[in-house]
């Protein structure tokens, strides 16, 4: 029978796989594998063939890999191995959608698919005069976790034992302990608000990122951004406060001198945010495909026109549709091509602000953990 870390181990790589699998529903009809396409072409039988060798690919080769995981988790259920397995599904969900990407891409170009149309950007301003409001709420339970464990600590601090382990090696023995004090005690405390923090900054930045608008429905278009973006940033901070609740039982372990660590308690509430995240995503669909509007689909309500397309930005997505660089295009986050969420802007200088910010905040982490 298996431990309940055993479980964890295999749960995560599990969401991972399952996450993976899904991608291909989550991205809209005219984006397969990141690719833009003409609405003319989202039913091309190449497109359903690729999303058919992905399925099989991923469900195959990460299925492997997932069950390699249960047998060692059953015979070694004390050694951790889920990042391993979790990053060879990552890997082979990576080479399947290069491989669709490249096959889409050399079709799309041999036939010519965007010839004779008119290539549109649309833009609604009211994104920009009356913006997405910060969906407060959903941020609660992040904000309300480290006021409990700041709580708890308070009341735990006179009863924690002089020495208190602060780092774990791989095999879940502590390795390092530190005199009490309040900087050791509160350290996950401490780690809680800065990561609360910094969600919530990038969370409001990301409501104000660039909408990716239908030309021929913008309307319509808007108005399922608008849900999208709140939808979105809000399974984000729920992750926030899940991988916060994480870190809570964590510290219960610290403040109570454990020397060694059970990570179950600590995955599992990290595990649910994370089936959270795809569950959210599922229903919305990336860019918010999924969801209904009251809007009409084109101007003053009259059929859309079909010669009226997005651009074929492919070019400003390098490798393989990963990276977004356009120095012309002055945002800084955009909705990603494949996956949930957002990626940022690498053509855009205020990139580099972000990118040695987030490595100052890494930092100081570490050195808040010491």
Not at 87 to 102: C, D, H, K, P
Request: charged share 15%; net charge positive; glycine share 8%.
């Amino acid at each position: 029978m298996m431990s309940g870390t055993a479980v964890v181990q295999v749960v995560i790589p599990f969401v991972i796989l399952l996450t993976a699998w899904l991608m291909p529903a989550l991205a809209g009809p005219t984006l397969p594998f990141g690719v833009r396409t003409p609405p003319a072409h989202a039913d091309a039988p190449l497109i359903a063939e690729q999303r058919r060798a992905y399925h099989w690919w991923v469900g195959g080769v990460g299925g492997a890999v997932l069950a390699v995981e249960l047998v060692c988790c059953l015979t070694f259920p004390s050694t951790p191995l889920f990042a391993g397995a979790s990053t060879a599904i990552a890997a082979v969900s990576t080479v399947g959608y290069l491989r669709a990407r490249r096959a889409i891409r050399t079709v799309k170009r041999g036939e010519d698919w965007y010839g004779g149309l008119r290539q549109v950007v649309a833009v609604d301003t009211s994104l920009r005069t009356d913006p997405v409001r910060y969906p407060w709420r959903w941020a609660v339970p992040a904000l309300l976790v480290p006021v409990f464990s700041a709580a708890l600590a308070t009341v735990e601090y006179p009863s924690m034992p002089d020495r208190l382990p602060m780092h774990y090696a791989t095999h879940g023995k502590a390795d390092r302990l530190a005199d009490k004090s309040i900087g050791t005690a509160f350290t996950p405390v401490f780690i809680q608000l800065a990561l609360t923090g910094l969600l919530m900054l990038v969370t409001w930045l990301v409501l104000r990122s660039r909408a990716e608008l239908d030309p021929a429905r913008p309307a319509a278009g808007a108005a399922r951004h608008r849900r999208f973006v709140v939808r979105t940033a809000g399974s984000v901070m729920l992750l926030g406060a899940c991988v916060n609740l994480g870190m809570l039982a964590a510290a219960w372990q610290t403040w109570h001198g454990r020397l060694s660590f059970f990570p179950a308690p600590v995955l599992a509430p990290i595990t649910a945010g994370l089936l959270i995240v795809v569950a959210i995503a599922l229903r919305t669909g990336q860019g918010g495909h999924r969801l209904a509007t009251s809007e009409p689909d084109g101007a003053a309500g009259e059929p859309a026109d079909p010669q009226v397309v997005a651009p074929d930005d492919d070019r400003y997505w390098r490798a393989g549709g990963l990276f977004y660089v356009n120095r012309q295009d002055p945002s800084l986050f955009v909705a990603k091509r494949f996956g949930i969420g957002w990626t940022v802007n690498f053509g855009n200088p205020r990139c580099l602000l972000l990118l040695v910010g987030s490595a100052a905040f890494i930092t100081v982490l570490q050195l808040i953990g010491r």
